[in-house]
């Protein structure tokens, strides 16, 4: 699939991105049912976005750290989480490894997002600032960890990728895109770690100032201050036949190795529709 699908957006639009502020002290991303809140204080700029289905060349995984590709699910029903969980885990692996050429890949599970505001739903919010959802020190550290989990504890592998496997499952256009920076324009030690937290509800803003015991041992992921030089890219009017390949981390750094991206409103299309969306996070090994 090349990427020059039917679409009514044009060659660029603009967005505002949330970047992490340099002087932000505690940064962490606390994750309940249905919603999200970072501590970091973060600072909007307006940025122009490229469409990406018109680039040339076209972005991949190799030149740019993200791809788009086709892929119709059987899954006919993604609000039905008995139905992903019975279908999609092993479509995902399977067209994981046919993508990449890896020897094994393991699932790490998924999130369902919507941008209707509402934490009724259950489902998460759009993540509306600039990261990647592991930091270059977390995603090797976890790439034993998965294996330990998964009965191959010291299994030896030559390289292995991380990625989300990201699909928007509402109709185009979608109101909160994706958007994505070449690999090439950014750097992560331009950026904070941001620690995970998982939490029963939304917390006190008490409990987020509060100290975390043994913080520097948490998941974290990587947040970017803002620089004039990052390239951005989108896929408007994503159907549910295609999905976006993204690198969290790919310990091969000959080649573009992690996609910082966020959502962003898309104020320019008239009929926009609340974006609904799934991101499947898996590790691929190269053996």
């Given at each position: ?37 970072n ?33 119709k ?14 279908v ?40 509306a ?9 977390w ?20 390289r ?40 029963e ?78 991101e ?8």
């Amino acid at each position: 699939m090349d990427g020059r699908v039917a679409s009514q957006a044009g060659e660029t639009t603009t967005g505002i991105l949330n970047y992490v502020t340099r002087d932000s002290m505690i940064n962490r991303r606390y994750v309940f049912p249905g919603g999200e809140v970072n501590t970091g204080r973060f600072e909007p700029h307006r940025a122009t976005i490229r469409n990406a289905r018109l680039a040339s060349p076209l972005p991949t995984l190799d030149s740019h750290g993200f791809q788009l590709f086709p892929h119709k699910s059987a899954v006919k029903d993604f609000h039905d989480r008995a139905e992903i969980d019975a279908v999609y885990p092993q479509e995902v692996v399977d067209t994981v490894k046919a993508l990449t050429g890896a020897d094994l890949v393991v699932p790490l599970g998924y999130l369902l997002r919507a941008s209707d505001g509402s934490e009724t739903n259950k489902l998460q919010p759009p993540a509306a600032d600039v990261h990647v959802d592991m930091s270059q020190e977390w995603a090797p550290r976890n790439a034993k960890l998965v294996l330990e989990q998964n009965g191959k504890a010291g299994l030896t592998y030559r390289r292995f990728i991380c990625s989300s496997f990201w699909r928007a499952f509402s109709t185009p256009p979608q109101d909160w895109p994706l958007a994505l920076c070449d690999g090439n324009s950014i750097s992560q030690d331009d950026g904070a770690r941001n620690r995970l937290i998982f939490a029963e509800g939304r917390p006190s803003e008490a409990d987020m100032a509060r100290p975390v015991p043994n913080e520097d041992e948490l998941p974290a992921a990587t947040i970017f201050y803002h620089s004039p030089g990052q390239r951005w890219f989108y896929f408007p009017d994503m159907t549910r036949d295609e999905v976006v390949l993204l690198k969290f981390h790919d310990s091969d750094h000959s080649r573009a190795w992690f996609t910082a991206h966020t959502a962003f409103h898309d104020e320019t299309r008239a009929g926009a529709v609340t974006r609904e969306s799934i991101e499947f996070r898996t590790y691929a090994y190269w053996l």
